[in-house]
């Protein structure tokens, strides 16, 4: 069983602490059955027994709120046992966030049902050629033709690209230029103009593709929200899941420290324990602080969500840079304490090595992570010192 302490500190409630308990105890039965040289076979999997056992519910909500705690201790709890079970847990609340949170309520029917019983599955489709983490400068076009609306354009690096059911995309409407004039739509897997047009292998494998958008016809009961709301809406989403990546990140480096602590403990160099040696001790030190100061910054920013805090912009960019930065330089010492074994293909070491580095670059690099964070400081400190100056 997983380190539970933490779910002592006061983020936490007790409807937490029983998920948590559940979904490890089942984690640890369950998902090392699951079968990975087929990865889309492997997700498909992995989404309908999360459906099956419960889980996935929790991916999204009919209500118009999501825990944001819940999804990050499920995506934690996921990442530490299997980061493709992670990956199916959160794309299937990534997918289908926009209709969580802005659907309607005859678009919250039709598919929430479905994905959080695991029976369908969802994608986000934001990212372009040429501008991924400027969202604003994206292209691809919606154009009003009476009772429809016509897509055309191209979605690339898209999660569940080629596996999902229902992909959530973002076009531009024309309403404003820049930020303003882009528009939400739900856009069914089989609809005619919708193509596969490739299949993207990355060093740890997942489902992803690039999408393209030939003449694509959606009614307009397709559109989330209103005309324009469409940046809004993707930053809204992004708001609530760009913690839950850190979380993944803080699983992560919890499975590495776990296997440090079994090598060190039961490895002997000239007659003692790795543990003995100061140096080492050192090592498993850095990690554990290394661990404790992620999930803080991860569940702080999840707490604020979940109590009201409109925003969350500057804590969960906070979140995601330090636990991702960091889980990579705990994995590393993991791996390099390993000596050989940690480079050797199919160790736990080796794998988390691969899984953990995508997570510093999709949902904003880390660099972007820092732009926010800065503008954010800096225009809470222009408005105090205006405040202070008014008064």
Same mark, same amino acid.
């Given at each position: ?80 046992? /299997?980061?493709?079970?992670? #990956? *199916? ?5 990534? !997918?289908?966030?926009?209709? &969580?949170? +802005?659907?309607? $309520? ?58 999902? /059911?229902?992909?959530?995309? #973002? *076009? ?5 230029? !820049?930020?303003?004039?882009? &528009?939400? +739509?739900?856009? $069914? ?203």
């Amino acid at each position: 069983m997983m380190d539970q302490s933490f779910l002592t500190w006061p983020f936490f409630e007790e409807k937490h602490r029983n998920l948590a308990a559940e979904l490890d105890a089942w984690s640890a039965a369950s998902l090392s059955a699951v079968d990975h040289s087929d990865t889309d076979a492997a997700c498909r999997q992995f989404v309908t027994i999360l459906g099956e056992a419960g889980f996935a519910i929790h991916s999204g909500a009919e209500e118009g709120t999501l825990d944001v705690r819940t999804l990050c201790l499920i995506r934690e709890i996921l990442a530490r046992y /299997d980061g493709l079970a992670d #990956f *199916a847990f959160a794309m299937q609340g990534l !997918g289908t966030g926009a209709i &969580s949170l +802005f659907g309607s $309520p005859e678009q919250k029917a039709e598919w929430l049902p479905l994905t959080r019983a695991g029976k369908a599955i969802s994608a986000f489709a934001l990212t372009e050629p040429g501008c991924g983490s400027d969202v604003a400068a994206n292209t691809m076009s919606a154009t009003r033709n009476g009772r429809h609306y016509v897509l055309h354009g191209k979605k690339t690096w898209i999660s569940n690209g080629g596996i999902a /059911d229902m992909y959530t995309v #973002f *076009a531009r409407t024309g309403e404003a230029s !820049g930020a303003k004039g882009m &528009s939400a +739509f739900i856009v $069914p897997a089989d609809t005619p103009g919708l193509e596969i047009t490739e299949r993207l292998e990355t060093i740890a494998p997942h489902p992803l593709a690039t999408l393209t958008f030939n003449e694509v016809h959606v009614p307009v009961t397709a559109m989330i929200g209103a005309p324009g709301q469409g940046f809004r809406i993707a930053m809204s989403v992004l708001d609530v899941f760009r913690s839950t990546v850190g979380a993944a990140a803080v699983g992560f480096a919890r499975r590495a420290l776990d296997e440090v602590l079994t090598r060190v403990t039961t490895r002997q160099i000239q007659g003692t324990a790795l543990a003995d040696r100061q140096l080492v001790q050192g090592h498993v030190a850095d990690m554990a602080l290394t661990v404790d100061a992620s999930a803080l910054l991860v569940y702080r920013a999840a707490w604020a969500k979940d109590n009201g805090t409109p925003r969350i912009t500057r804590e969960a960019a906070m979140a995601k840079l330090f636990a991702t930065d960091q889980a990579h330089q705990v994995i590393d010492k993991a791996v390099q304490l390993h000596g050989g074994d940690g480079v050797k293909t199919g160790e736990t070491v080796e794998r988390l090595y691969r899984e953990v580095r995508a997570l510093r670059i999709y949902e904003g690099a880390s660099d972007v992570q820092r732009v926010v964070i800065a503008r954010q400081t800096l225009a809470t400190h222009q408005r105090e010192k205006h405040e202070t100056i008014s008064t």
